[in-house]
């Protein structure tokens, strides 16, 4: 009887080893299991911040271009307008130029053109360092959005909206319309071009 009793007591001290065994596996599985989904949360945590961090940075550099450039466009509008009022002047020395141009050959003229020339070339140079340029003229096919079609001449000679003259030039800066070029155009008589005139021409 007292073998029986002692047999049976071992039999519970290994059941209750076994259930604490398959407990403390649990336990251990389900720590394991916290650990591994703690893992996962802050991967797509740190995934989603570094999202974040991408996006931020490019919101932060398109604001920056975009405020360069508002700050470039202010900056060229400002020069646009006293350009702008400059260009008389220019237009005065290249008058007066031309003027002395057509007058006689007198020695004394011929300083005074050769100081105008030496001021027009200064005055350009110091104008296409703020990148101004100047727009086709004679000879150009009229854009109307850069000429300013103050005359036109029928004629057959020519090609249609090409440019006979220029009577006040025009300038861009840095690809903007500073002012228009004042220009006479050519237009062909009842629509025909130039190659429909000679093609006419030989027809007959």
């Not at 290994?14 to 989904?37: T, V």
């Amino acid at each position: 009887m007292a073998k029986h009793t002692k047999n049976s007591d071992v039999k519970d001290d290994n059941e209750h080893w076994l259930e604490a065994e398959e407990g403390k596996e649990e336990s251990e599985n389900e720590e394991l299991d916290f650990y591994l989904k703690t893992i996962e949360n802050l991967g797509k945590e740190r995934d989603e911040n570094y999202d974040l961090l991408l996006r931020k940075q490019a919101e932060f550099e398109n604001y920056r271009k975009r405020v360069e450039k508002e700050k470039e466009e202010l900056r060229i509008t400002a020069q646009a307008e006293v350009i702008r009022e400059l260009l008389a002047i220019l237009d005065a020395f290249e008058k007066g130029l031309r003027t002395l141009e057509e007058g006689s050959k007198d020695s004394q003229l011929e300083t005074y053109r050769q100081g105008y020339e030496l001021m027009l070339k200064e005055f350009r140079s110091i104008l296409e360092k703020f990148g101004v340029t100047e727009i086709p003229g004679t000879g150009a096919p009229f854009d109307p959005n850069v000429h300013e079609a103050v005359l036109t001449e029928m004629t057959t000679e020519y090609q249609e909206g090409e440019i006979l003259d220029e009577y006040r030039k025009g300038y861009k800066i840095k690809g903007r319309l500073l002012r228009p070029s004042q220009v006479k155009v050519a237009v062909q008589p009842d629509g025909l071009s130039v190659g429909q005139e000679k093609w006419q021409e030989e027809g007959e």
